[in-house]
C-alpha cells in the first residue's frame, strides 16, 4: 500500500507546514462510471456516513430512469468499462430493475446497498440476473461490526440481523456479495479484525466469504460522530509520485447526480466539486485541495470493488 | 509492415513455471503447422522449477516471448509480482510463488526476463494485430469475459488503430468478434487450469487465410499428477497442488469477478 506515498515529499513538508498548492490530477480514460441513483435518499442514517444520507435528505433527489439511461448511453459511446449504482439506498427507487438491466446491456454493474430492501423475490430475480446477464453483475452489501452491538452503534437499531437477512436471501439465489466493511471500529482494520470478519460470515453459511475494507472519510455525519480532518491532512503538489496517479479513482472515474457530475463518489455534497451538468463537462483535469483527497492518497481507498 | 497471410500461428501466455504443460503446448502448436509461436509473458509463479520452462522458450527460432508483468519483477529482482491483486488474501499466496519463483531462477535468465520486448505489433491477413499481456494499456490490466464491455473494447482497439488483440494476464480464456468485425482473444494460460473443473490448459491457433483471421481455443493435456507430485517435493502449497488435480482455483480467487468465481469451487 505504501509504494505509492512519496516519501520525502511528506517528510520534506512535514514541519513547518509550507503553502503549496493542491495538486491537479488528469483524467486517463473514464472508466468506471458511477450512478447515484437514488440520490441521498437512504432507509437508514448511519453515524459514519460521508454523505449524511438519511430518510429526509433530499439534497441530491433521485435519478429519473430517463437520465440513467441517458448516461448509460453517453458511456458506451465513450468507452466507459464498468458501472456502479449507489446512494443513499439503490433499491428504493422504484424502477431500480429497470436501470439494472439497462446498465447491464452496457457493461458489468456493482451495487453498494444495505441488503435490507432486497426480500425474498428481489433476492431471486437478482440471481436469476447474474445467472443470465451478458455482464457481471456484483452486490456490494455494508456491515459494520461483527456483533450486532459493533454494527447497530453506527447503522442503527437492529439493523445487524436485517443486513444480514438481505445477505442470506442473496446467497441463497447463488449471489455471493462483497461484504463491505467501513473500518470505524479501529480493530477491523487490522488483521484480526478481518479474520474475525471473515469467520463471521463463513460460520453464517457464506463458504466463500468476499470482503472489503474501507477507511472511513471524515467527512459528512462522519465529521460529527468521530471529528473531521486536522489542517495538516491535504495534498500539496509534489505529493503524488509521477506515474503511479492511477492509484487514485478519480484519474479514471466520474459521478453522476441527479443534479450533475462530480469527480468521485465522496464528494457529492460539497457544492465546489460540481464538474457541470454533463458528463461531457467532467473531462477535464481536477483539483485533489479537499481533505477527502488526502485518506484516499494516504490509505490508498479504491471506491471500486 | 509485411502482411503474414495463409498460415497457422499459436499464441500462448501465463506459463507459470509449468514446463510439463509448455512441452505439451509446444508439441501441440506445431503438430498443428504453427509456423511462429507467440508467448504473451508471465513466464513465472505457481509451479516448480522455473528455468526448465525459460530453457524451452528462448533461443527459439519459431518462438517469441513477450515480458508480463512477472517477467518484469523478476528480471528487475523487484520485490513481488506485480500481479495486481488487491486482497490480502490473493497476495498472501501470489507472494509465496513469487519468492519461491525468484529463489529458483538463474540470474541470466533474470537478465533474459528483464530485456524482453512488452508488445508485438503485426500485420495478418491484411488486419492490424497487437499482442499484450493484460492490456494495451497497462502490463498488469485484468480483462475478464464478464467485465469487459463491447464498449470500452471498441474505443480501445480504435484508438490504437487495432484489427485484433490478443492477451493473458487473467488466466481464463474467451474471445469475441465485435459488433465493428474487430477481434479479442484473452489466450487464457497454459500454466494453470481455467476454474472450470478440467485438468487441462488452454492456448490458441490463429488460422491466416487470404484476408481472414481466425482464432480458436484450444485445450491441452498434460501430465498434471506429475506435475502435483513435483510441486509437493518442491515444497510448494497443498492449495496449488489442488487446483492442478481438480481443476478449480483455490487461490487467487478475490480477484475473479463474481460470474467467473461462481464457475469454480472456492
Known amino acids: 500500500m505504501a509504494q505509492h506515498l512519496n516519501f520525502e515529499a511528506l517528510l520534506e513538508r512535514a514541519a513547518p507546514p509550507k503553502e503549496l498548492p493542491a495538486p491537479t490530477l488528469a483524467l486517463s480514460h473514464l472508466d468506471t462510471l458511477w450512478l447515484q441513483v437514488t440520490g441521498t435518499l437512504c432507509n437508514l442514517a448511519c453515524l459514519h456516513c460521508f454523505i449524511s444520507c438519511g430518510p429526509k435528505n433530499h439534497n441530491h433527489e433521485m435519478m429519473t430512469l430517463e437520465s440513467v439511461q441517458d448516461a448509460l448511453n453517453w458511456a458506451r459511446d465513450h468507452g466507459v468499462k464498468e458501472f456502479y449504482f449507489t446512494g443513499g439506498e439503490p433499491f428504493m427507487h422504484p424502477q431500480i430493475k429497470e436501470m439494472i438491466l439497462a446498465a447491464l446491456e452496457h457493461g458489468p454493474l456493482n451495487i453498494l446497498t444495505n441488503g435490507i430492501l432486497i426480500d425474498e423475490s428481489m433476492a431471486a430475480w437478482l440471481g436469476e440476473v447474474f445467472r443470465t446477464s451478458r455482464y457481471n453483475l456484483d452486490l456490494r452489501v455494508s456491515l459494520d461490526g461483527t456483533t450486532p452491538e459493533e454494527n447497530d452503534a453506527i447503522r442503527g437499531r437492529k439493523t445487524y440481523e436485517k443486513i444480514f437477512g438481505g445477505i442470506d436471501r442473496l446467497w441463497a439465489h447463488g449471489v455471493n456479495p462483497v461484504i463491505t466493511v467501513t473500518t470505524c471500529h479501529a480493530d477491523l482494520a487490522a488483521e484480526d479484525g478481518r479474520r474475525r470478519f471473515y469467520e463471521v460470515v463463513r460460520a453464517r453459511g457464506l463458504s466463500q466469504p468476499r470482503l472489503k475494507f474501507l477507511s472511513p472519510f471524515k467527512i459528512g455525519r462522519e465529521e460529527h460522530r468521530a471529528g473531521g480532518y486536522e489542517a495538516h491532512e491535504r495534498l500539496v503538489e509534489g505529493d503524488l509520485i509521477p506515474g503511479q496517479e492511477d492509484a487514485l479513482q478519480c484519474s479514471s472515474c466520474r459521478m453522476v447526480t441527479a443534479k450533475g457530475v462530480y469527480p468521485c463518489p465522496i464528494l457529492i455534497e460539497v457544492d465546489e466539486a460540481l464538474m457541470g451538468a454533463s458528463l461531457d463537462d467532467a473531462l477535464v483535469d481536477i483539483k485533489l485541495d479537499h481533505p477527502a483527497c488526502y485518506t484516499c492518497h494516504v490509505e490508498g481507498v479504491t471506491c471500486r470493488t | ?266
Open chain 2, 1 to 266: 509492415m509485411p502482411n503474414l497471410t495463409d498460415t497457422t500461428i499459436a499464441v500462448f501466455g501465463g506459463v507459470y513455471n509449468n514446463y510439463l504443460s509448455l512441452e505439451a503446448t509446444l508439441a501441440h502448436a506445431r503438430q498443428s503447422g504453427a509456423s511462429a509461436l507467440y508467448c504473451l509473458g508471465d513466464l513465472g509463479g505457481f509451479g516448480p522449477h522455473p528455468d526448465r520452462s525459460i530453457a524451452q522458450l528462448r533461443d527459439q527460432h519459431d518462438i517469441h516471448v513477450m515480458q508480463g508483468n512477472y517477467d518484469h519483477s523478476l528480471g528487475n529482482r523487484l520485490g513481488d509480482c506485480a500481479c495486481g491483486y488487491t486482497d490480502p488474501r490473493d497476495n498472501y499466496f501470489a507472494q509465496l510463488s513469487y519468492d519461491y519463483t525468484f529463489a529458483n531462477t538463474s540470474e541470466h535468465h533474470k537478465d533474459w526476463l528483464r530485456d524482453l520486448p512488452t508488445g508485438f505489433r503485426h500485420r495478418w491477413a491484411g488486419k492490424e494485430v497487437l499482442m499484450a499481456h493484460g492490456s494495451p494499456r497497462r502490463i498488469n490490466e485484468f480483462l475478464w469475459e464478464s467485465t469487459t464491455p463491447d464498449g470500452f473494447l471498441e474505443h480501445l482497439l480504435a484508438s490504437r488503430n487495432i484489427d485484433a488483440l490478443f492477451i493473458t494476464h487473467t488466466g481464463i480464456p474467451w474471445m469475441r468478434r465485435l459488433d465493428s468485425g474487430r477481434l479479442v482473444v484473452n489466450v487464457g494460460a497454459i500454466g494453470r487450469p481455467a476454474n472450470n473443473g478440467l485438468t487441462t490448459v488452454d492456448y490458441v491457433l490463429v488460422e491466416l487465410q487470404g484476408d481472414t483471421l481466425d482464432a480458436s481455443l484450444q485445450a491441452i493435456p498434460y501430465d498434471h499428477e506429475r506435475l502435483a507430485s513435483e510441486m509437493r517435493a518442491e515444497g510448494l502449497p497443498e492449495e496449488f497442488v489442488e487446483t492442478v488435480l481438480t481443476g478449480y482455483w483455490t487461490t487467487c480467487t478475490e480477484v475473479l469477478p463474481a460470474r467467473e468465481r461462481a464457475r469454480g469451487k472456492y
